[in-house]
């Protein structure tokens, strides 16, 4: 594993760094030598997060934690990511025997409260993966919903419904 770690807002000491690395040496068996594992260290007034993020062949895993120490956090963030690879292991298993039930919940077409203004725009690569893939790397980053390209080169989307399962959203042209 390639190991970044970046400081904002603080200067990161040299025994906190060798720290990390050692704490992530568990995961040496787990992750390939081409993984690339960055950690961000933020400090805001008495709150202390760390994230780690590993990208390895398209896979992103995503985790953090905040703490009053930096020491607790990096436990704290180092345990939620070892919870995930646990989870996620047999979450692909499970996904690949599954069936994806009704694309819509029934509450899908409910009208908001609020105005509906774009807060946030994000832009990413998107994989070509299978959506038992698409369905993992969800999990790994926690979202509710991921957006891929299957291998004929057409957008899908997988998300967590709300009774349980995963549902796939298969767009077809009018």
Known sequence: MK???????????????????????????????????????????NRQTVEITVRQRGMLLRAEETAPEMNDALDHVISALGRQIRRNKTRLEKARKMDPGPLLPDDYYEEPDEELDVVRTKRFAVQVMTPEEAILQMNLLDHEFFLFKTESGEINLVYKRKGGGYGLLIPEEE
């Open 3 to 45: 190991i970044t770690v970046i400081g904002r807002k603080v200067n990161l000491r040299d025994n906190f760094k060798k720290l990390v690395e050692r704490k992530l040496d568990k995961f040496d068996r787990i992750f390939d030598e081409d993984a690339e594992v960055t950690v961000t260290v933020t400090v805001e007034r």
